[in-house]
């Protein structure tokens, strides 16, 4: 059992920078993959990007080459950074954790049932 915190969401701009961030808390013995997801209300929760242990990340494409997972296992404190940041990316954004690679779910709508561990999300606005 882990608690996920999520931080960093706001207001920016077209075209500025967000950087997400997930407090980890609880049994941070185990070793755990970390994934971020978004959701526009009404929609399905989808993938963006996830890190496996190895540090190998996978990304959702329409954000690739402007969004960077990260983790830091000593901290607890994975990242989301966001860059390029468009409108249509206002959304809740939420971290979540598990056992098993994340990697599967990036793209994937309605993930719920396949994550184990989510935080309480974030919200994210990008004005034009």
């Known amino acids: 059992q882990v608690q996920l915190v999520e931080s960093g969401g706001g207001s920016v701009q077209s075209g500025g920078s967000l950087r997400l961030s997930c407090a980890i808390s609880g049994d941070t013995g185990r070793k755990y993959y970390i994934g971020w997801f978004r959701q526009t209300p009404g929609a399905p929760r989808e993938g963006v990007a996830a890190?496996?242990?190895?540090?190998?990340?996978t990304y959702e494409q329409s954000v690739k080459g402007r969004f960077t997972i990260s983790q830091a296992n000593a901290k607890n404190t994975p990242h989301l950074q966001m860059d390029s940041m468009k409108p249509e990316e206002t959304d809740m954004y939420y971290c979540?954790?598990?056992?098993?690679?994340?990697?599967?779910?990036?793209?994937?709508?309605?993930?719920?049932?396949?994550?184990?561990?989510w935080g309480q999300g974030t919200q994210v606005t990008v004005s034009s």
């Open positions: 890190i496996d242990l190895d540090g190998t990340t």
């Open positions: 979540a954790a598990d056992t098993d690679t994340l990697a599967v779910v990036v793209g994937v709508r309605n993930p719920q049932g396949n994550v184990q561990y």
